[in-house]
């Protein structure tokens, strides 16, 4: 079992890309990106959101498999960390969840919109309806590129380097 | 399934790409990549640098899956992939390797680590990812037209066919590159162009640039260094695209080995030329398998240059290699230059004043007015003009003379003669305009001075 601290749970929150990881039954794997999380239980579960347009098999993976990986990554510096866990709960994300993949989609375009990506592209990333799969979280890897990577998330992350493109 | 061929801007590392791998036990593993490599119609890359958990899972379970993002239209690209085998050696770890030290050159990082192995895998599937983006607003105007891709090849046609014509009609080396770098913005719109030639120091030295201002020349790059160095060690075309975005990539790795206690001593190396080129290629220029240069290319567009371009412009770079050879074989006394470069003399200089050049024997190195001004043979050569002029007036010298003075130091066979004139004018043009080297016909030149001269030498600064 791992719990998310408060800086991981603002650097999820910071308009870092999202993807997600499933297999099916034959162990081939198989991703999708989400368009939002969102830190609960005392940062002992994670609910993530997946659009429905483009999430159907990772979806029918991870009710038949239960594993699922989740990798939130920072554009600007590559900062990077996977969380690993059970899948508790796959279910249609409900009307009053739209507003938070509307605010994750709004604030990725921002992040991205300094790196040279039109944030009019970042609005056309197809958001809502969406897949709402909540998990257990069960370990946590550093996964910014470098020796580290791979190991066990100690935190807290370094701080951010400035922009530089 | 669509052709990897259709999408090869997915795979120049601009966005990095997402890879999902499964362990034996049935646990999926996601992470980012900088870039997936193009192999052949069937068969991507990876490179690994680390050895990490994606790697442990493919010996194991050799099923993954990877993201891919076209950096021109932002769509979203699934390969399903299988492992097939790991390479250590051989040609596309060779080029895979050298890619990396280019990077790694520039945010100093050469010889912190290598390319461990390059895992080749096959792709089972590759699919649009249907429905990632909505369609765009057709009430949105598109920023440009979208050119054709006929349209676009029959301009890139016309565009080689000019250029091609001023490498063939060129009369000196001075013209040959001038004109070339010229054509290349305005026939083909690649406003920043330089060319390097080797010298006896295995250093290249910019000897023409275009889009770059007038202080260009005379920059210098080792052999084996950066995107240039390496182009010219290698003998094949290289190209940077998303130069940014590789950046920000090896600066985060330069951190964490900071963190791991391991960090690189190198300073970072600036990238020659722009400050903020987001795309670089660089072609040699060969005849037959003898190196007489570099066409090197930047743009501040992260896609400027794709495998096309680099296969278009390398008929060019082949085509200047000869005209290059050419115009330092011809080079015959007697024939009249064309007015362009003979007898164009700077416009008159309102105000004599004398000019203090200075020449440390120890090193070949003349500066004027303290300033740098240039280094070796040109220097020599610069040197034994000036004192000619300063003991008997001499004004007018050959290129036969340079070529049987030993003192100078020229190679017997392939002496680059041309090159260090031209490069040694426009050093003089730029640090040093009331002295100037004019050629006044094939294999003679003139010394003006507008100026008073005086000459001091000593053994070091």
């Known amino acids: ?165 | 399934m669509i052709a990897l061929r259709d999408i090869p801007e997915c795979f120049e590392g601009v966005i990095p790409a997402m890879m999902t791998t499964c362990s034996l036990e049935g646990e999926p593993n996601i992470t980012e990549i900088s870039q997936v490599h193009l192999v052949d119609d069937t068969h991507v890359a990876l490179s690994h640098q680390f050895f990490n958990k994606t790697q442990r899972n493919v010996r194991e379970n050799p099923h993954a899956s990877v993201l891919l993002f076209s950096p021109r239209t932002y769509e979203q690209y699934r390969l399903q992939l299988r492992f097939d085998h790991p390479e250590s050696e051989g040609p596309l770890f060779d080029e895979m390797a050298a890619r990396l030290q280019v990077i790694a050159s520039h945010t100093g990082m050469v010889g912190v680590f290598k390319l461990r192995c390059a895992d080749v895998y096959e792709v089972l599937s590759a699919e649009h990812v249907e429905g990632y983006l909505l369609p765009a607003d057709p009430r949105v105007p598109r920023q440009e037209r979208t050119e054709g891709r006929l349209e676009a090849m029959a301009r890139e046609l016309r565009g080689l066919q000019a250029i091609s014509c001023r490498v063939n009609r060129a009369g000196c080396l001075e013209v040959l590159l001038e004109s070339v770098l010229q054509a290349l913005e305005e026939e083909l719109g690649f406003r920043h162009a330089m060319v390097l030639l080797p010298d006896e120091r295995g250093r290249l030295v910019t000897t023409a640039s275009h889009g770059y201002g007038s202080g260009g020349v005379g920059a210098e790059v080792p052999m084996g260094e950066g995107l240039i160095g390496t182009v010219a060690a290698r003998r094949r075309p290289m190209r940077v695209a998303g130069v940014g975005a590789e950046l920000r990539y090896w600066r985060t790795i330069r951190a964490e080995l900071r963190q791991a206690g391991n960090a690189p001593s190198a300073p970072e190396i600036p990238l020659p030329g722009l400050p903020d080129a987001q795309a670089q290629l660089a072609l040699p220029l060969l005849v037959g398998d003898r190196l007489v240069g570099v066409l090197a290319l930047e743009s501040r567009e992260p896609m400027a240059f794709d495998a096309w371009t680099e296969t278009f412009l390398n008929i060019l770079a082949n085509q200047i290699a000869l005209g290059i050879d050419r115009a330092a074989s011809a080079d015959d006394e007697g024939e009249q230059l064309p007015a362009a470069v003979a007898g164009e003399g700077t416009a008159a200089i309102a105000v004599p004043r004398t000019r203090v050049f200075q020449l440390f024997r120890n090193d070949d190195c003349i500066f004027v007015d303290s300033e740098y001004l240039i280094r070796n043979i040109p220097a020599k050569i610069l040197w034994k003009l000036l004192r000619a002029h300063s003991e008997s007036g001499r004004t007018e010298f050959s290129n036969r003379e340079l070529r049987l003075d030993e003192s100078l130091g020229l190679p017997e066979v392939r002496d680059n003669l041309e090159s260090r004139l031209i490069l040694l004018r426009k050093r003089l043009e730029e640090k040093c305009p009331e002295v100037q080297i004019r050629p006044v016909r094939r294999g003679r030149f003139e010394l003006q001075i507008r100026c008073g001269v005086q000459l001091r030498e000593s053994d070091s600064a």
């Not at chain 1, 308009?15 to 939002?36: E, H, I, K, Q, T």
């Not at chain 1, 604030?107 to 970042?122: D, I, K």
């Not at chain 1, 958001?127 to 996964?143: G, S, T």
């Open chain 1, 1 to 165: 079992m791992a719990t998310l601290d408060p800086a991981l749970v603002e650097f999820l929150s910071s308009g870092v890309v999202l993807g997600c990881a499933s297999r099916d039954a034959r162990l081939v794997p198989r991703s999708v990106w989400a368009v939002g999380i969102r830190v609960e239980a005392g940062g002992e579960e994670v609910t993530v959101f997946l659009p429905m347009a483009t999430a159907a098999e990772v979806v029918a993976n991870l009710q038949d498999a239960r594993r699922i990986a989740v990798v939130a990554t920072a554009p600007v510096d590559h900062r990077s960390v996977q969380l690993k866990g059970q899948v508790l709960e796959v279910r249609p994300a409900s009307e009053d969840e739209q507003s938070l993949t509307d605010r994750y989609r709004a604030c990725l375009g921002r992040t991205l919109e300094p790196l040279g990506v039109p944030r009019a592209f970042v609005l056309r990333i197809q958001h809502w309806p969406a897949h709402a799969v909540r998990f257990r979280v069960e370990e946590l890897f550093v996964q910014t590129p470098g020796p580290a990577a791979g190991q066990p998330f100690q935190g807290p992350f370094r701080p951010p380097e400035p922009v530089r493109t």
